[in-house]
């Protein structure tokens, strides 16, 4: 039998799938609450602190006052796709976590249950393809509203998401070569034993995390929303909780995206300057799993943190400028980055006779 | 071209260096600087829970005052409402009758004293027409309201609180520096 499908393999994979769309959910909802903290640090201000200790229950109060708003839909709008939008939006932005391995594995009932929903041997390419789907949701909400502005705005996202997915895609490529693997589970099981890919790929790093800004319209890409051009972006004409999947979607991504920066250059769940495999042996399976998803989860709020701060420090691109850091400079990098990662593993493999 | 002052500035205009131009260096500096924002001191002042102190002249909402027995100064006289440039201020006199010496500090006291606070512009005229030191502008504000005619404040609303029964709101409607002859 080619595929070893029982029903405790359903059962531990729908409630990891559950376990995972829920806490990057509460996660992404956390994500809206320390991104108005951490504005409001930059900027020498407080931010919410209304709403229970600390402000902590906002996210909850953002939340309803979100499903409480009316709806609108413009009269002159497809109503189909206008709803279709940003139901795309937060899909691609889950679909994407099946791939992550949040941790190692743990040990129940007689079974090993690995914490990664699916470990297709094509893992990072499944990511490029769904983040690629991420656009449609973009798109098709701007084109439904019949609204210039919002089609601005969704055009300008569509061509920023294209441009900067051939950067991200070449640097990946010379990761890819060090590695030798498209599966991110393995990737990460090489950065446990050895070094982390970023000390193996630094310029790659680099070009694959402005392409990553780029890809979730983040600020200073964060184009497709530019409101003092385009009232408000792709986004226009949504309200309540259209609106807010579409925000949502935007955290989600971002997590995701972080996520899947950690599995490639920083090691996934690896806990830096530590030997995992002594660990494993003082704490079990079960608490090194959790230790190992602790860590990730750590790693992640790094990340998110730093897409923050990038956010409050850097203005926003102008359209050209956008274009042409795409194109003629991330491009051109990229290919040089390939080809001088080709050379080098060339000049390894014949072991360095010149 | 001679420059008029010594504060002139020379715009550079030579071209972008190498490092310049990478632009990153630059990004590098400035998240350093908003970083170094993260453990500044915050300005904000928590409204509800703190107030800031008024400057000594802020000129708030008014009060009518009482002498130390608790008697109302105001005598009617209406200086205050000639001197009103927006015109806010309307009362009506009465004469005191016998009995209400503890009531009233002179024979002729204000039976309706009015000011609307949406014509009120806060000059303080008032203030400094009053011989008998009756009308005040305290050091709170004008509180929102939702109807229109909630902002004409008639004598229930302006008039101090007794000195001797109601002695610490009378404290707190003071404040720090209406003084009481």
New interface residues.
């Given amino acids: 039998m080619l595929l070893n499908i029982d029903i405790a393999l359903i059962i531990e994979k729908l409630a990891l799938i559950v376990i995972v769309v829920m806490s990057s959910l509460v996660i992404a909802m956390y994500a809206t609450f320390m991104e108005r903290k951490v504005a409001a640090s930059l900027q020498d201000r407080r931010g919410p602190n209304r709403a229970g200790p600390f402000g902590l229950l906002q996210p909850l109060a953002d939340g309803l006052k979100l499903f409480f708003k009316e709806e609108i839909i413009p009269n002159f709008s497809s109503k189909f796709l206008f709803i279709l939008g940003p139901c795309l939006a937060m899909l691609t932005a889950m679909m994407t976590g099946a791939v992550i391995p949040w941790g190692d594995k743990v040990h129940f009932f007689d079974r090993d249950i690995s914490l990664q929903i699916a470990d297709v041997n094509i893992g990072i390419l499944y990511v490029f393809g769904v983040v690629s789907m991420g656009v449609y949701g973009i798109m098709i909400g701007s084109w439904a509203s019949n609204n210039k502005y919002s089609l601005m705005g969704g055009l300008r996202a569509a061509s920023q998401i294209i441009s900067y997915e051939l950067a991200m895609g070449i640097a990946l490529i010379a990761l890819l070569m060090v590695t030798g693997t498209l599966s991110l589970k393995t990737m990460v099981g090489y950065q446990v034993d050895g070094w982390w890919n970023i000390c193996k790929q630094p310029l790659g790093f680099l070009i694959f995390l402005i392409c990553v800004f780029a890809e979730c319209n983040r600020t200073p890409f964060d184009l497709a929303e530019a409101e003092n051009e385009l009232i408000g972006g792709y986004h226009t004409e949504y309200s309540s909780m259209k609106l807010g999947f579409y925000l949502f979607a935007e955290y989600i991504n971002m997590f995701i995206s972080s996520s899947v920066m950690i599995s490639l250059f920083f090691g996934g769940y690896d806990i830096p300057f530590v030997n995992d495999a002594h660990l494993l042996e003082k704490l079990g399976t079960n608490w090194m799993a959790l230790v190992h998803a602790g860590v990730f989860l750590i790693k992640a709020v790094m990340f998110l943190f730093f897409f923050m701060w990038v956010r409050w420090t850097i203005p926003r691109f102008r359209y050209d400028q956008l274009m042409n850091l795409g194109w003629k400079i991330l491009i051109p990098l990229a290919l040089i980055n390939m080809l001088i990662t080709g050379g080098l593993i060339l000049l390894q493999q014949n072991h360095w006779h010149f | 071209m001679q420059a008029l002052t010594n504060r002139v500035k020379q715009v550079d205009r030579k071209p972008m260096s190498w490092m310049e131009r990478a632009y990153l260096p630059a ?1 590098f500096k ?2 350093i ?3 170094g ?2 453990f ?5 002042i ?1 409204y509800p829970e703190k107030t800031r102190p008024f400057s000594p002249v802020f000129r708030g909402l008014h009060i009518l005052n009482r002498d130390e027995e608790g008697r109302e100064n105001c005598t009617a006289c209406g200086l205050c409402a000639v001197a009103c440039p927006a015109e806010a201020i309307t009362m009506e006199a009465a004469e005191r009758k016998p009995g209400e010496e503890n009531l009233y500090r002179e024979e002729k006291y204000a039976a309706k004293y009015e000011i609307n606070m949406l014509r009120c512009i806060f000059c303080g005229l008032c203030e400094e027409a009053c011989p008998k030191d009756a009308i005040y502008l305290s050091e709170t504000f004008a509180p929102a309201n939702y109807q229109r005619k909630g902002f004409i404040y008639g004598k229930e609303d302006l008039l101090i609180p007794h000195p001797i029964t109601e002695k610490e709101a009378y404290e707190k409607a003071k404040g720090g520096r209406v003084s009481v002859r």
Avoid: L
Avoid at chain 2, 40 to 44: H, I, L, M, N, V
């Fill in positions: 990004i400035g998240m600087i908003t970083f924002h993260m500044k001191k915050r300005p904000t928590n």
